[in-house]
């Protein structure tokens, strides 16, 4: 055999293993802590893999494991990405108090008014300010929701006072800290646990935005809704990362990693952000047909509750500083983003 018969041979060998891998189909593992029916699932993981399945050319595509099908729980699913349990997850980082509190800043009280916009400013935040925080994942995309309200079984709050002796579901650290600026006290727990507690009477309401409702069937617990009114910030909010492990994204070949990038960023994350405030509706109707009450807090009440909860943001501005960052800036960045 002549000597350029076996150079070409050996090269093709070399590169066999990256011709095969370009062939086959790459199934990507996603975890999340929702069920199917929720518009995480249906109206954002689902689309986002039917796009890259489309643009991949079929080489890319997802099996989804909504509801911790993979093991685990809401506060792991960081660290799943980051091992590699799965290959992409959707979560809220906060779940784990104090290991995300650049982020935090958007989970501050009334901080947020515009969810799509203030999604697509978090993604320029986040990649800017918080890229320790998410070392050992390749984030995606990062968003917030609809904006969370008080959702109450037996006592309708209307006022600061109304608070008092209430125990209230808060999903992140920040929210924890309003809630009891508010007067009540706080049990922080993930989402997919507020839904026994409230039905076993172990919390009175729930920070809840209104997406999630059908999906939990918040609207047959809860019997009261209370909400910031019409131009309003919300309430609350919670940040979400959708995020993928990095040596997974590593090993695409170039083209497919192509298509990852191609749907991250600062405008899939407006798009999702967009989502979930679309799905405000049904969540309203189904607490509208089991006759629940609603109530929108007129403007001077609001100003009570934002000055109630002041000194939560100026102690995430203290620990900040005291972290070694700007705090003052970082806020500042953080409201510069959300408009």
């Known amino acids: 055999m002549k000597k350029s018969m076996v150079k070409s041979l050996y090269g093709l060998l070399l590169w066999l293993p990256a011709l095969l891998a370009s062939a086959q189909t790459i199934t990507l593992k996603v975890h999340h802590f929702l069920p199917p029916g929720s518009t995480a699932h249906k109206n954002f993981m689902v689309p986002w893999c039917d796009k890259i399945a489309k643009e991949s050319g079929g080489k890319l595509k997802c099996q989804i494991y909504p509801s911790m099908q993979l093991g685990g729980s809401p506060q792991q699913l960081f660290d799943q990405a980051k091992d590699g349990v799965a290959d992409i997850i959707w979560t809220v980082p906060s779940y784990q108090a104090g290991r995300f509190p ?40 990062f968003h917030l929701h609809d904006g969370s309200l008080l959702h109450t079984t037996k006592k309708q709050v209307k006022t600061l006072e109304d608070f008092k002796g209430l125990k209230i579901r808060a999903p992140n650290r920040q929210s924890s800290k309003m809630v ?104 309203k109707k189904a607490a509208e047909a089991r006759k629940n009450v609603f109530y929108s807090l007129p403007p001077a009440e609001v100003k009570r509750w934002e000055a109630a909860t002041a000194s939560v943001t100026e102690e995430w501005v203290k620990d900040m500083t005291a972290k070694g960052f700007d705090g003052k800036h970082l806020l500042e960045e953080a409201r510069a983003a959300c408009k």
């Open 102 to 141: 650049v982020t935090e800043a958007f989970e501050l009280p009334f901080m947020v008014r515009d969810s799509e916009r203030a999604s697509r400013g978090l993604w320029h935040y986040a990649t800017k300010h918080a890229t320790a925080e998410y070392k050992g994942v390749k984030p995606i995309l």
């Open 180 to 283: 009891a600026a508010l007067g009540a006290t706080p049990v922080p727990m993930p989402l997919p646990q507020a839904a026994e507690a409230l039905s076993k009477g172990v919390i009175d309401g729930a920070i809840i935005p209104w997406e999630v409702i059908p999906s939990m069937k918040f609207e047959e617990i809860t019997k009261f809704h209370t909400d910031a009114g019409a131009g309003e910030a919300q309430i609350s909010n919670t940040a979400f990362i959708f995020a993928m492990n990095q040596a997974k994204y590593d090993s695409l070949p170039p083209e497919l990693k192509k298509v990852i990038d191609a749907n991250s960023g600062p405008e899939p994350s407006a798009w999702v952000g967009k989502v979930f405030v679309e799905d405000i509706i049904p969540g």
